[in-house]
Every structure is written in structure tokens, then in C-alpha cells.
């Protein structure tokens, strides 16, 4: 017997009663029968609930393929693990290495490795794209610039392995253990909100130091401006970059990150291409052309890819021998470093970690709990989840929390009353999920 899946779209979405009949169309070949809907009330039996709906999400899905390479990943849908609230600017997970499969959004399910944790993505594409600022902590001791020369890589030093095992992610969430089952095991636990994040980075017990590296340069295609500031006396890494080129076409955007860590730094570091200073505090690169390798471009692949992109960064160890945990806050903006630090103080300020990923949750459960869903296997519901939660990662908030936003005429205008969203792939979206925004999320179709 074949099996149905019904939906209800909760009423609380319409002013008043809204019948709905007939078939609804899904990704993955799911179809679901809406029936009548009125205001408070729905023909089926027991509604599955937005939180189960969050549980049931399988954030890994699309992140891998079992078909041949078309030349955009093969099957694979170019998705992230990564910790997301829904439509948010803010993207924070792991980059993985080689990632030639699922590169759009910088993670592979069957690699092995990780290179660092970029702040932003965009998922679903089939071109590489953003995967900016990455963020990585190692105990590899750092005497010299982790750029290698014309490349758009790092020192092999610092890339870590993982697991599944070692591994989980939720909406909201993502959590890894880096070089599981060695002494210099390292734990990363990451959440975040619309613009900003939260973070925590355990040091293996025997550690005495251990470091954090920004790279200011890193993004998943090449940057043309790179540069980091360092505040000790806060605590505070100001970042900014500036790159561009999804599917080699040349569109720019600069981001503004602010980085915030709960303890001080023992010593610190910035580099610049290949010059390093030990107890510096500001490094600036550029690179006018901004060409090089871009994943999936057919240019051979790491580490024999030449690339001019901006390189520079900053190196912050910290004394963990009788503090294994660091902490680490980040704001993000398209308009200012000012806009990054008010992301950071409005959407984190003092909140925990899991303050934090439990809010996010909490926003993923109400959004995802405008569909009821009743009957259908567990594999049906499964499906239904994360397709439905794919579906509300985009479009992403383009606008700082007072507004302000930069527009294709290259100035900062300000959205009044309203958050400008952007980043929508526009590649068949018409047939479905702007017809599927519409119904549960008006405001941001």
C-alpha cells in the first residue's frame, strides 16, 4: 500500500481561514496532499510538531554523491553541516579537504580532513562560492607564515582529521572532535544566530599552548583584500575581506567579521604573504587580479594550484594548561566593522553557548512548525524535515541588525521596517520553493 504523507499549514500564517487542496510538490520527489486547513483546526490525525521536525532534520544530507562528477559535484547538492539559523548571513562549520565533490558549500561527507571553519556559504549552488574567514585551532607550534607561497592553501600543519564517529550536527549546531584518538585531539562545538556566532575550542589535556588561526584570505575563492587587526587589550581580531568571482564572473563583496575570545592572549602574531611578525598587531594584503584556483574549475587541484589571493591573517595562542577551553564570539557584516561588533553585542552579548543553540533551535522548531505533518513512514518524515529545513536556509539576510545594506549601486542604503535578504541560487527556484516560501515564510519570498 503506497504510503501518504499529509500537511496542514498552520492558520496563524493568514489573517484568516485559507482552504488548501490539491498536491504539493517537494524536493526529492516527495508529494504531499495539503487537505482543508480553517483557523485552528486540521482533518488529519496527530501533527507532528516543529520540534520533532528539527529532530528529525538530517543536516549531512546533500553533502556527498554516488554518481558521476557533471561538472557540479555529480549527484551531491553542495550542503553544509554547518551551524545556520534560518536565513541567516551567518554560516559556521567546517571546510573539508580535498572537497571535490560537494565544493559549492565547502564540505564533503567522505573526506577525511578539515583545513578550518569558514563563517558563511552558500548552500545549493554549483559553483564555489564565500566560505570566508576560516577559523582553525591546532597545537602545531607557529614560528613562521602558514601562507604557502602563491598558493591559495596553508600549511598541511594545520589540517586536522575527523570522523563521523567524532561528529554530530543539528539545526543550529555543529560539533567535531579534530585528530580523534591522538593526543592532540581537539574539540570544537559552534552555534549561531542571523549575523553573529558562538564558539568552543577544547585543548587536548596535555597541551600547554594552544593557538587559533584567522585566516583573513581564506575564502573559498580567491580574495583581492585581506586584512586583520588585533585588539589585545579586548580580546578582539577585527577582519576584513574582499572577494567575489562565484562562477568566475566578477562580482565583489566585502565582509567585516569581528572575533571576540572569554581569555587573553598569551602571544600573538600576524603575517602577510610570507613575511611574519611575532607580537604584531595589523597585517594588510592585496592581489589587484584576484585569480586562481576555484573548485571545480578544471584548474588542477590543491596543493599544485597557483593562486595570487590576498594572504594575511593572525596567529592568537593562549595558555591552556589550566584552561583547556576557549571561547570565541563572532559578528559579521557586509557594511562595517561597526556593523560586526553590533551583530556580536545584540544577537550574542553574555548568552552561553548552548544559550545560543537552543535559541536557534527554538526559531528552527517555530519556522519548520508551520507544516504539520501526519502519517508516512519515519524514512517519509526524515525526508520531509530536511528537505523542508534545505528549503529555509535561503534567501540570506544581506542587512546589518539597524539595516544598513550594501546595494548594486556600490552604496549603503538602509531597509526601514524590513530585512533585505539576497543570496537565492534563482536556477529553477521559481518552480518550487518560491511558491513553498511564500506559504510559510511571506516575508522572506
Given at each position: 500500500m503506497r504510503t501518504r504523507v499529509m500537511l496542514a499549514i498552520v492558520a496563524t500564517l493568514f489573517a484568516g481561514a485559507m482552504p488548501l487542496a490539491g498536491a504539493m510538490?517537494?524536493?526529492h520527489g516527495v508529494t504531499a496532499r495539503a487537505p482543508s486547513v480553517t483557523a485552528g483546526s486540521a482533518s488529519v490525525g496527530r501533527l507532528t510538531t516543529g520540534a520533532e521536525l528539527v529532530?528529525?532534520?538530517?543536516?549531512f544530507a546533500g553533502t556527498d554523491t554516488a554518481l558521476a562528477d557533471q561538472g557540479t559535484g555529480g549527484s551531491a547538492g553542495n550542503m553544509s553541516s554547518a551551524a545556520t539559523a534560518p536565513f541567516g548571513m551567518l554560516s559556521w562549520g567546517p571546510r573539508t579537504s580535498p572537497d571535490s565533490v560537494a565544493f559549492g558549500a565547502g564540505y564533503t561527507y567522505s573526506d577525511t580532513k578539515i583545513t578550518g571553519f569558514d563563517l558563511d556559504?552558500?548552500?545549493?549552488g554549483g559553483c564555489a562560492g564565500f566560505g570566508d574567514v576560516p577559523i582553525m585551532p591546532t597545537t602545531a607550534p607557529i614560528t613562521s607564515s602558514p601562507a604557502r607561497l602563491l598558493s591559495a592553501n596553508m600549511d598541511p600543519a594545520l589540517t586536522a582529521t575527523f570522523d563521523h564517529a567524532h561528529e554530530s550536527a543539528s539545526p543550529g549546531r555543529y560539533a567535531v572532535v579534530l585528530n580523534p584518538g591522538t593526543s592532540r585531539a581537539i574539540g570544537v562545538d559552534l552555534g549561531a544566530t542571523t549575523r553573529a556566532g558562538e564558539g568552543r575550542i577544547t585543548f587536548p589535556r596535555a597541551a600547554r599552548t594552544g593557538s587559533v588561526v584567522v585566516n583573513a584570505g581564506g575564502s573559498e575563492t580567491p580574495d583581492v583584500k585581506a586584512a586583520v587587526k588585533i585588539i589585545p587589550a579586548?580580546?578582539?581580531v577585527?577582519?576584513?575581506?574582499?572577494?567575489g568571482r562565484f562562477c568566475e564572473q566578477p562580482v565583489a563583496y566585502t565582509v567585516h567579521v569581528l572575533l571576540r575570545f572569554d581569555q587573553p592572549f598569551a602571544s600573538h602574531a600576524v603575517w602577510r604573504r610570507q613575511l611574519f611578525r611575532e607580537g604584531g598587531t595589523t597585517a594588510v594584503s592585496h592581489a589587484p587580479t584576484g585569480l586562481g584556483f576555484v573548485p571545480g574549475s578544471g584548474i588542477p587541484a590543491p596543493p599544485d594550484a597557483l593562486s595570487d589571493t590576498a594572504q594575511s591573517g593572525a596567529v592568537l595562542r593562549f595558555?591552556?594548561?589550566t584552561h583547556r577551553t576557549v571561547g570565541v564570539k563572532v559578528g559579521m557584516s557586509y557594511v562595517s566593522a561597526h556593523?560586526?561588533?553590533e551583530a556580536l553585542d545584540r544577537e550574542i552579548g553574555s548568552r552561553s553557548l548552548r544559550q545560543i543553540q537552543q535559541r536557534t533551535a527554538a526559531r528552527w522548531a517555530y519556522l519548520m512548525g508551520r507544516i504539520r505533518v501526519s502519517g508516512g513512514t519515519p524514512a517519509d518524515r526524515r525526508m520531509l524535515a530536511t528537505t523542508l529545513y534545505q528549503s529555509l536556509l535561503s534567501p540570506q539576510t544581506v542587512c546589518d541588525v539597524d539595516g544598513r545594506l550594501p546595494a548594486l549601486d556600490g552604496r549603503v542604503h538602509r531597509a526601514h521596517g524590513w530585512t533585505a535578504y539576497s543570496q537565492m541560487s534563482l536556477w529553477d527556484e521559481y518552480r518550487t520553493h518560491a511558491q513553498l516560501l511564500a506559504l510559510i515564510a511571506p516575508r522572506q519570498a
Open positions: 510538490p517537494l524536493a529532530r528529525l532534520t538530517n543536516v556559504r552558500f548552500q545549493g579586548r580580546r578582539e577585527e577582519v576584513t575581506m574582499r572577494g595558555a591552556v594548561g556593523g560586526a561588533r
